[in-house]
């Protein structure tokens, strides 16, 4: 048996052939390779839990002396027919505004309230009720600027008008009650803290941050009434005492 041997040049050309098909697949895996994407890290976030709050309201008064005061008055007729009835209520209003302007009382200090005009009605043995005259009335909010004078205003009204005319009730005030409510909203909002830091002290937290506060609606005086008085009096005893503001809040704080 023979064994033939390559030659020197054969062998050469098929080591030149493999190399060259070596390097076609290297040549073809490299962008494939390169093009595959990598794979991207995925970062987990804690979530953290919502803060605790507390929600608390709080109260706030302040007071002062009364620098106004709101005078509800009027006149009333009763007559047998309308005409009569709104022609004798007119006279009255008219000599309670003389009165009242020359008490020093401004226009801009004097409003009409009301104004109206209804039948009476009389009834009979027959239980049958009817029509026996009218009856005209008209109301006015008079301001007292100087509040020493309240008293001498209400008597000099009383007696320009007679048994037509009406003391329906007088109000203190203040003129500009917004100092006063300031100082209302102060004392109502350091309630409203004072109370979220004994909660938190009491459950073991600190006060955080507030996160919300709304205020309620302001509470003011009303109208007092007036006791009835007789056609001569001079002039009427008042007390105005204090004039007191309230304010109301509610706030949410954070706990810590």
Known sequence: MTIRRPSAAR??????????LGGLLVGTAGPALAAAP????VRVTAVEPA???VTVSGQGRASSAPDLAILSVGVEATRKTAKEAMAAQSTAAEALLEVVHKQGIADRDIRTDSLSLSPVYTQNAQGESKVTGYQAGQSFSVKVRDIDRTGQVIGAVNEATGDSGRINGVVFDVADP???????REAAYRDAYDKAAQHARLSGHRL????????GESVRPGIGAAPAMAADEPSVPTAPGEIEEQVSVSAVFELR
Request: net charge positive; aromatic share 0%.
């Open 11 to 20: 062998t050469a050309r098929l080591l030149a052939a493999t190399a060259v």
């Open 38 to 41: 990598a794979l991207s890290a």
């Open 51 to 53: 803060p605790a709050t």
């Open 178 to 184: 917004t100092a006063l409510r300031e100082k209302a």
């Open 208 to 215: 955080g941050r507030l996160v919300s506060l709304s205020e």
